[in-house]
């Protein structure tokens, strides 16, 4: 093919890579090994835009690189294919998740496979497919055959904590469990029956049942994550979302607080990120202390505080709504105003609650309880600030401590008790104490903060009344959601308590039932499947949240069609881990954590033999959308639009456009006429010379833009290989830049000027085998080097501009070398493999240019042979002269000495002297 048509050669070598599994790896002890993997995508019935594409194609081109080189990658890809959208869909439609779910991915591997992706196609992986989520059900069932011990800091098999019971009973037993679990001897644990013993072991599972606050959407029937509520309604159809205390199956993620939080040391990802999961976790060291009810001194108020200390401070204390004390500590007069301000807190999303720090608002219940140390009478409140689910769901108000309180207590008019911190100096407390200023404990004075909290901490244990505490923010993750389309769940209840199927059963596969919404009991979506059960027994109705599948994914990609096991020993001991992971941050305290959870339960019970699974990570930057905007003018009887550069000159409204119908921001009037159903019949148009000429502004991707572009469209008119090279150029890997289709031409000219140092205007085949000159090495050579380099540190965009440079120099050296071309091949093709596959056949090769190795950089071919040194007179340049490199400084002071220019600026005057700088300039002072 002597012309260049980039459309017919796409076409061909995706079909050649089809046809001979060029892409297709198996285990290879004779190479290295090297895992790539993109975080897989939910296939949406949109589609891809240009701005997906991005780190795919990063990941691609670093595959291509780590296999030039010498490596065994695994860079496989599969869709996170169960969620809300598609369920929501077949609401609307009646169609089954699964038809519209299967339509949408056969559209994401069409527009994948064109963009020339080296994804080994055969290791195919979807979440919804149940030879893939009977693993799922199966890590399920053995995270409620586990518990948590402490004491060899893993999770270990049920049977080791019947044993350590059978033999002490609680004693000795450090466990991750429920709180206020019973303690009992051996003997006791003895005499119960076998369901009884099973139900205590429910409470030191590693997934149990839990009564738990959450995002509940009444409208839709279900529960939502954080993610999918935004300003209290529903993402997905805006419905209102309340907080109510369900059932729900809970993960114990927090056994592996202090591991998640040490495990970030072992992996290259970044400072950001790390922090983010930090502090999401937010180990904090305290103390639980216990206040008494005014009105019951046996029932009591527990909460955490990491500055014991300022409990002289407390003014008030905070429930949160959700509070199961809240009802009977409201009086008969509060009982309207406690009422009406839960219901309000009801409308608002935990993530709301956490974020507003500005606004302050409660309820007084009317009751009080009685601070330990000091015996004073504390009001109790209820305020959204606080959480239920976020340690005690109880808050101990110090406003002279703490800003939020300070605020709460001003707002209110509550009491400041001013509270002298322990570190103070003896002296500066009595002062303090004269002046009326301060309340103040002797049992504290004197003492610096590590004293002071450890002898209230004693104090507080000697009494029972509290403990010191290692507390997280972190909470343990609710995994149930009250939907159809998901996992089921592998779990029946027999006589109220929940059992696990017998693995031979698996996978549990969703039944069919004839609509996707909650029974008319106000059961989930399963409730209405007819004799779905297990030997008589109620499934559970829950199935599992979107996070479930994604948190092993990576394994399966191993060892993909295995019935037997999730992945097998020889795949995992092998490929072991995930070497470069690439996606996006807002993953950082969802999947990135809990996938690093299941890891980590995983390695415990010896399935897999690494901490963390994913060594290097980079969350690749988004690409912008470039809108545009029509104008409309504003109280005119007939619907008209002013161009751009008029519209100053009227009262206008701005609209989007479709960027799809505009060219060169120049909007073609009759698409936009065709297309939009909210402009009348006969708009008008003031023009500006003959053009309607729109504005454009740069903004986040999205439909309800219309500065969506689809990759299809891009790959269609300029061809992959440009797109692919587009995106990498538009900047850093890490960084946000806009799109602009107008900014593809460059490239797409590139590609052309690449195919004529191979082909002339005519089609005539202009490579020669012939030794390269200096020059020509030395441009490639330079381009070897800053290449590797620069995909060794995902700089790609200035791989990018080096390829350009380097063209343009074997054009303007007129460079048709066979053995200089075949070398610039090698090191394009990771960014544009289908005409470097092309144009590597034109050479002569039978063979894939993937096979090839990655060219060795030779810094001989760097060294200058000579330099033009600058020669100044006085300090004004009067002439430049080329000299050998290695020429000493008394040669070139003698040769510019003879140089009839500057004989001439000497004009008769003996130097002074000769300035003499190696390569950078000579200097001659008269």
């Known amino acids: 093919m002597s012309e260049f048509n980039h459309r017919e050669i796409e076409k061909k070598w995706q079909q050649v890579w089809e046809e001979n599994q060029t892409y297709k790896v198996e285990i290879d002890h004779t190479k290295p090994k090297f895992y790539v993997l993109d975080m897989f995508p939910y296939p949406s019935g949109a589609g891809l835009h240009v701005g997906h594409p991005l780190g795919y194609i990063a990941t691609d081109i670093y595959s291509r690189y780590k296999r030039l080189k010498g490596f065994n990658v695994l860079h496989p890809m599969g869709f996170d294919s169960f969620g809300l959208p598609a369920e929501q869909y077949a609401i609307q439609t009646g169609q089954h998740p699964a038809i519209t779910t299967e339509n949408n991915i056969s559209t994401y591997i069409s527009q994948l496979k064109k963009i020339g992706f080296c994804y080994d196609w055969s290791r195919e992986v979807r979440t919804s497919d149940p030879k893939y989520y009977k693993w799922t059900q199966w890590i399920f069932m053995e995270l409620f055959n586990s518990w948590y011990n402490k004491e060899s800091d893993k999770a270990e098999a049920i049977e ?45 599972r590693l997934t149990y049942l839990s009564d738990s606050v959450v995002n509940f959407c009444p409208a839709l029937g279900m529960v939502l994550s954080n993610d999918e509520v935004k300003d209290g309604v529903s993402e997905r159809g805006g419905y209102p979302v309340i907080q109510k205390k369900m ?41 639980m202390v216990k206040f008494a009810l005014e009105s019951n001194a046996d029932s009591k108020i527990e909460v955490f505080t990491t500055r014991v200390d ?26 309207e105003s406690i009422e009406n301000y839960i219901s309000e807190t009801q409308k608002r999303s935990e993530l ?74 003896i002296e500066t407390q009595a002062d303090a104490t004269k002046e009326g200023k301060y309340i103040n404990s002797g049992m504290i004075n004197g003492l610096e903060y590590k004293g002071a909290t450890a002898k209230l901490i004693a104090w507080l244990e000697e009494r029972g009344i509290g ?33 696990l199927i017998d693995k031979e059963d698996l996978p549990l596969v969703l039944p069919e039932i004839d609509k996707y919404l909650p029974t008319e009991d106000g059961e989930p979506p399963l409730g209405r499947a007819e004799g779905w059960n297990y030997k008589g027994n109620e499934y559970e109705l829950s199935t599992m949240p979107g996070w479930a599948g994604s948190s092993w994914y990576w394994f399966r990609y191993m060892d993909a069609h295995n019935d037997q096991e999730f992945a097998s020993k020889e795949a995992i001991d092998y490929w072991q881990n995930v070497d470069l992971y690439l996606g996006g941050t807002e993953h950082a305290t969802g999947h990135l954590l809990y996938s690093r959870f299941w890891n980590k339960f995983l390695k415990d019970r010896g399935y897999v033999p690494q901490e963390e699974y994913a060594m290097k990570l980079i969350n690749q930057g988004m690409i912008m959308g470039r809108s545009n905007f029509v104008y409309r003018l504003k109280d005119s009887e007939k619907v008209t639009f002013v161009s751009y550069g008029l519209k100053d000159q009227y009262e206008t409204t701005k609209l989007h456009v479709d960027v799809n119908i505009v060219d060169n921001d120049v909007l073609n009037v009759e698409k936009f006429k065709a297309t939009r159903n909210d402009i009348g019949d006969d708009p008008q148009f003031i023009l500006e010379d003959g053009k309607y000429v729109c504005g454009s502004e740069v903004e986040k991707m999205s439909k309800s833009k219309f500065n969506v572009v689809n990759p299809d469209t891009i790959v269609e008119r300029y061809g992959a290989d440009t797109f692919r090279l587009y995106e990498m150029f538009l900047g850093p890997l890490t960084e946000s830049k806009p799109w602009d289709t107008r900014g593809i031409e460059g490239t797409y000219r590139f590609v052309r000027k690449v195919w004529r140092l191979f082909f002339d205007q005519n089609g005539k085949n202009l490579v020669v085998d012939a030794e390269p ?24 965009n200035t791989s990018v501009s080096s390829f350009m440079i380097c063209v343009n120099e074997l054009s303007d050296l007129k460079c048709h070398k066979k053995a200089i071309l075949e070398q610039l091949l090698v090191i394009l093709s990771p ?18 240019i993937t096979a090839q190795q990655f060219p060795i950089f030779d810094a001989k071919h760097l060294v200058e042979d000579s330099f033009e040194y600058p020669i100044q007179v006085n300090g004004k340049v009067r002439a430049t002269l080329n000299f050998p490199a290695d020429m000493s400084k008394e ?36």
């Open 160 to 204: 080791t904590l019947y044993a350590k019971f059978e033999q002490n009973g609680t004693t000795g037993v450090k466990a991750a469990c429920n709180d206020e679990t019973p303690s009992f001897t051996a003997e006791e644990w003895k005499a119960l029956s076998e369901t009884e013993k099973y139900k205590i072991s429910l409470d030191y």
């Open 352 to 425: 709301d609650r956490m974020s507003d720090v500005r606004t302050v608002s409660g309820a007084f219940t009317g009751s009080y309880c009685i601070n330990p140390f000091s015996g004073e009478k504390v009001p109790i409140w209820i305020a959204d600030y606080v959480l239920a689910g976020y340690g005690t769901g109880a808050v101990m108000g110090v406003p002279s401590g703490d800003q939020r309180d300070w605020n709460f207590a001003t707002h209110f008019g509550l009491p400041i008790v001013q509270i002298l911190d322990a570190q103070a100096d």
């Open 773 to 796: 000159t200096k020059e020509e090495l030395k441009a490639l050579h330079k381009t070897i080097k800053k290449v590797n380099e620069d995909i060794e540190s995902f700089s790609f």
């Open 310 to 335: 300022t409990i002289y401070g407390v003014s008030f204390m905070v429930l949160a709504p959700e509070h199961e004390l809240v009802a009977s500590l409201t009086t008969p007069e509060q009982k």
């Open 247 to 287: 059932q729900q199956w809970v993960m114990r993620i927090t056994a592996y607080a202090d591991r998640l939080i040490s495990g970030l040391d072992l992996v290259d990802w970044s400072d950001s990120l790390k922090e983010q999961q930090k502090n999401w976790i937010g180990r904090s060291v305290g103390a």
């Open 831 to 848: 960014y544009a493999p289908h005409v470097t596959e092309e144009l590597w056949q034109v050479l002569g090769h039978t063979d894939s």
């Open 891 to 926: 040669e070139i002071e003698k040769l510019v000495l003879e140089n009839e220019l500057v004989v001439k600026w000497l004009e008769g005057a003996t130097p002074k002297k000769i300035i003499v700088v190696p390569k950078r300039i000579v200097n001659v002072v008269i």
């Open 467 to 499: 403990k010191g505490k290692v507390n997280y923010r972190l909470r343990d993750a609710v995994f149930a959601r009250q939907r159809y389309w998901g996992e089921p769940v592998p779990v029946f209840f027999k006589d109220g308590l929940p059992y």
